[in-house]
């Protein structure tokens, strides 16, 4: 278990619970199973109060979590027949970005997703999910595939933000990033979009301009991250926590600013504590919403899309 700086509490009392369990494995004739059990109860109890009331910046800090399931762990759980497909047709192929045909519940769909990776090698090869502007054009290519078949789409938005170097800027970064999120728009397909970890400026807004937007209960979701917010603004990254909480990034302050529709409650601890919970909620979700958009038309759903981007912070307005 990797724990966060807000955990070390947490960490001493479980990892004292696991020292005496492996002492009565070393010697079994040691009876320590009052002593651990109560040690455990003590976890929970942290594990609950520490979870019950983040700060913006500590829930941060959990959307970036290792251990977090990523982008590959949804398909995996969630998915069957995953056929991945790759490339831009132009320049090459971005591991940062995956997506494919696959089918939920028997449904057919395209699935497409930031993917972060999971160890060093996995880090550098997928860029840690951030997406170069191929990344982005095999995006726009897969909807355009699942628009001429009538295939719904799911995407899984897990991204710092989009790549800023050299090179990315020279092909066409912010182009593409803009294709994209219009690509969105125009798909006469239902899109339905969960939020898993980092949602981050827009990076995330051109995979996540859908029908249906929810984000996970501890994922984040904004224009740009706290540490880069706090360096253009106090010219002190160290100001993050104050970036954090100004930026109104949780998915409590969005459900209520109406950015995203439905927060999906997380497993106390996070949903790397328990991840199979975690994925089969999200999976839930997206099969509640495909369902629901399934029956509309082509003009139904690009309306219902335009309609709810341009009422963004209509209810800000209203109060």
Not at 26 to 46: I, W
Not at 99 to 120: F, I, N, Y
Not at 136 to 150: E, G, N, S
Not at 265 to 273: L, N, T
Request: charged share 30%; net charge neutral; aromatic share 6%.
């Amino acid at each position: 278990m990797n724990y966060l700086e807000f955990e070390k509490p947490l960490a001493e009392i479980e990892g004292k619970a696991s020292e005496l369990r492996a002492m009565a494995r070393a010697n079994p004739e040691m009876d320590v199973e009052k002593e651990a059990a109560a040690l455990d109860r003590k976890a929970t109890e942290l594990l609950a109060q520490l979870y019950g009331d983040l700060s913006p910046w500590r829930k941060c800090q959990v959307a970036r979590h290792p251990d977090r399931p990523h982008c590959r762990d949804y398909i995996e759980a969630l998915f069957t027949d995953f056929t991945p497909l790759a490339g831009d047709r132009g320049f090459a192929e971005d591991h940062a970005i995956m997506g494919g045909l696959a089918r939920l519940d028997g449904r057919a769909v395209l699935v497409l997703g930031q993917e972060k990776g999971h160890d060093t090698k996995s880090r550098i090869e997928r860029n840690f999910g951030m997406a170069r502007p191929e990344g982005y054009r095999k995006a726009i290519r897969l909807m355009d595939l699942a628009d001429r078949f009538r295939l719904p789409v799911v995407t899984l938005v897990d991204t710092p933000g989009a790549y800023p170097g050299k090179g990315a800027e020279e092909r066409g970064q912010s182009e593409a990033i803009a294709r994209s999120t219009e690509k969105c728009l125009a798909l006469g397909v239902p899109v339905v979009s969960i939020v898993i970890g980092e949602g981050g400026s827009g990076g995330a807004v051109a995979l996540a301009t859908a029908n249906r937007v929810a984000m996970l209960e501890h994922s984040v979701y904004s224009v740009i991250s706290p540490e880069g917010c706090a360096s253009i603004l106090w010219k002190n990254a160290d100001k993050m926590r104050e970036a954090a909480e100004a930026l109104h990034l949780t998915a409590r302050d969005l459900n209520e600013l109406g950015v995203i529709d439905r927060i999906i409650r997380e497993p106390v601890g996070g949903a790397h504590r328990d991840r199979q919970s975690a994925m089969q909620a999200v999976g839930v979700v997206i099969g509640e919403w495909l369902t629901e958009l399934s029956g509309r038309s082509a003009k139904e759903l690009r309306n219902d899309r335009r309609q709810k981007f341009l009422s963004m912070g209509s209810r800000g307005l209203a109060a």
